[in-house]
């Protein structure tokens, strides 16, 4: 009877010294001369639309970075799943898809982060949003 109660505790303490999953806010600025449409595209392809990003102007999306193994997520807005982040994208508000760029999350998946900042424009002719990361913060 001693040893579940043992194997709880040590579970438990576990738990409690586990590392907490950190805060991250990414930014993402529009330094093109016409708007966009940004969204957050989650695993199994859903998506959120984060609306139009006019220029000049930013979207501040803040989200959550697993200690584990640096996945990117947000938590549903019930509390009940992690709802993690495959990509985000921002395109032209005519034909949204041929044009969509997407920034570029790959060094915020392997080191811990505080914030990442990213600029996305269209360019001056036709072709797709170019998107760039111009810093991130450990």
Not at 24 to 52: A, F
Not at 64 to 85: C, N, P, S, V
């Amino acid at each position: 009877m001693k040893l579940p109660i043992l194997l709880l505790s040590l579970t438990l303490a576990g738990c409690a010294t586990a590392p907490q999953d950190r805060p991250v806010i990414v930014q993402i600025t529009n330094t093109g001369s016409e708007p966009l449409g940004c969204k957050i595209v989650y695993g199994h392809w859903v998506e959120h639309d984060m609306g139009r990003l006019a220029p000049g102007t930013t979207f501040d999306i803040a989200m959550m970075q697993a200690t584990k193994d640096k996945a990117l997520y947000i938590t549903r807005d019930d509390g009940q799943r992690q709802m993690m982040i495959e990509n985000i994208v921002c395109g032209r508000l005519v034909d949204w898809r041929g044009t969509q760029g997407q920034v570029d999350l790959t060094t915020a998946r392997q080191q811990a982060i505080s914030h990442l900042e990213a600029t996305c424009a269209a360019p001056q002719e036709a072709g797709r949003v170019a998107c760039k990361l111009t810093g991130i913060g450990l």
